[in-house]
């Protein structure tokens, strides 16, 4: 029997996305496809209650996510959302920015840099983030993210901007960090290679419309 | 002291010359403001000659019931300015709003004119110029602040979605973009403030030099005015930003505006 973290049940959003029962299974890499507009994206912002459902339940660990702060959620269950925002400034000040608004001590350097090699950034600490490209503001962002140590990581398309070899390093290094961390992971992706190289579970969603 | 000469109705014509000159400006400078400044004038015109019959009846048999009539019109008028161009928040915050305003306005009021002046606050000739000063100048500010505000919340969605999803309280997200409007807010007024006396002589102590008066009781009453202002103008916007912004986020953390 598959340990569940995240379980739906006859969840709906504003009356137009009706989801199949969900199940995103603890301490694997979990895949949400499907056709855009299908209510990936939504389904994620359900998960770490950015949005509420207009029908149905979520929960987490057995519990309704309801009843759960949802701070301490998204503390947990972290979204890294396919709109990247940095501060106009350096790498270092960027982690001290993100540090000091969730109350915590700014990491040491080589903490930092740490989570910068598993995204394959390898510029200078001071380097500043408003001459980044959009693929390099993306792995930082993601490497801020996951310095978090949230219990669950979503990632929505975290690949669009990197090109295909990137793509499959940075995959490699975060399903990697999770596994030795005990971390959950859900991707939605709509890169096959990707999903057939690394997915444990796949969720598709919205495809029964499809065949009607 | 000579007190002031009174403008004949031809000679008060003669200042509606100067007007042509900006419209000949804006039709060589091709500015399509031309309606839009004829109409600034006839209301503006319309609108004082109103008051001065009203302030005119008013001063001659001064009963509260005027002074209490008048602050609510002004009042009402300035919520209403302000309001008008924020149509897009929700409910409470128009409250927080409308309730700061009135309720900073006439506390700024009541201390210039009880305390300061020590005046009856129904004494028309102090209470209801006063009040238009403050007033009007607190509707400015907090308009100002509230453009800068949904400006900026709207420009910087990315970052307030960012922070959301990393497991950042709402107060702590949106305080930075209170503290920033309520600075722009401030900023014209103390501009004023520094300018004043060297660069402009501010309307109310030219007008009271003009009528006859003192020009050192001119200038206090100018300072008083001007500190009067500075303070009505930061605490209205302070008390409607501040209990504003809460009404932006529910009890499950979502912000929306």
Redesign the interface.
């Known amino acids: 029997m598959p340990n569940v973290i995240l379980e739906t049940k006859k969840l709906s959003f504003l009356n137009n996305i009706h989801y199949q029962d969900i199940q995103i299974l603890k301490d694997k890499v979990n895949f949400i496809v499907g056709s855009s507009g299908a209510g990936k994206s939504t389904l994620l912002r359900l998960f ?5 459902p207009s029908g149905g339940e979520i929960f987490y660990n057995g519990q309704r996510l309801t009843q759960i702060d ?7 269950i ?4 396919q ?3 940095l ?1 106009d400034s350096s790498i270092r000040d960027n982690f001290r920015q ?1 540090y000091e ?2 109350g915590m001590e700014v990491p040491s350097e080589e903490y930092m840099s740490k989570f910068l090699r598993m995204c394959q950034i390898q510029f200078p600490f001071d380097k500043d983030c408003t001459t980044m490209s959009g693929g390099e503001r993306q792995r930082v ?1 993601t490497a801020i ?1 996951l310095s ?1 140590l949230p219990k669950v990581i979503m990632l929505d398309e975290p690949t669009s901007a990197l090109d295909k070899e990137n793509s499959k390093k940075v995959i490699q290094n975060i399903v990697d960090f999770c596994k030795e961390k005990e971390i959950s992971i859900i991707i939605v992706s709509h890169d096959n290679q990707i999903v057939d190289t690394f997915a444990e579970n796949i969720i598709r969603i919205g495809e029964e419309g499809d065949n009607e | 002291m000579n007190s002031i000469i009174k403008l004949n109705i031809m000679q008060f014509s003669l200042i509606y010359l100067l007007l042509i000159i900006i419209l000949a400006i804006m039709k060589k400078s091709k500015i399509n403001q031309m309606k839009f400044l004829i109409v600034a004038s006839l209301r503006m015109t319309v609108q004082l000659v109103l008051a001065g019959f009203i302030l005119t009846y008013v001063f001659k048999k001064p009963h509260p019931l005027f002074v209490i009539l008048y602050l609510i019109a002004m009042i009402i008028f300035s919520i209403g300015r302000v309001l008008s161009k924020n149509r897009e928040i929700n409910r409470n915050f128009k409250i927080a709003i409308s309730l700061s305003l009135a309720l900073s306005g006439l506390f700024i009021l009541a201390y210039f004119v009880l305390v300061v002046v020590g005046e009856s606050f129904f004494n028309p000739q102090y209470t209801i110029p006063l009040a238009g000063m403050i007033i009007g100048n607190s509707m400015t500010g907090v308009t100002l602040g509230m453009k800068t505000f949904t400006e900026n919340l709207k420009s910087q969605r990315n970052r307030i979605d960012a922070l959301l999803n990393l497991g950042v309280e709402p107060k702590k997200i949106l305080l930075p973009f209170v503290n920033s409007a309520l600075e722009t807010a401030l900023l014209p007024t103390m501009n004023n403030m520094i300018g004043m006396g060297i660069i402009s002589l501010p309307g109310m102590m030219t007008g009271q030099i003009l009528s006859g008066t003192e020009p050192t009781t001119a200038i206090m009453y100018q300072i008083a005015i001007m500190i009067a202002i500075c303070t009505s103008v930061c605490l209205t916007v302070f008390c409607a930003l501040n209990f504003g912004y809460r009404t932006l986020y529910n009890e499950r953390n979502q912000i929306h505006f």
């Open positions: 770490n209650g950015m949005l509420t949802t701070i301490e959620l998204r503390k947990e972290s979204l890294i959302s709109s990247v925002y501060f993100f608004y969730r962002y993210f978090f």
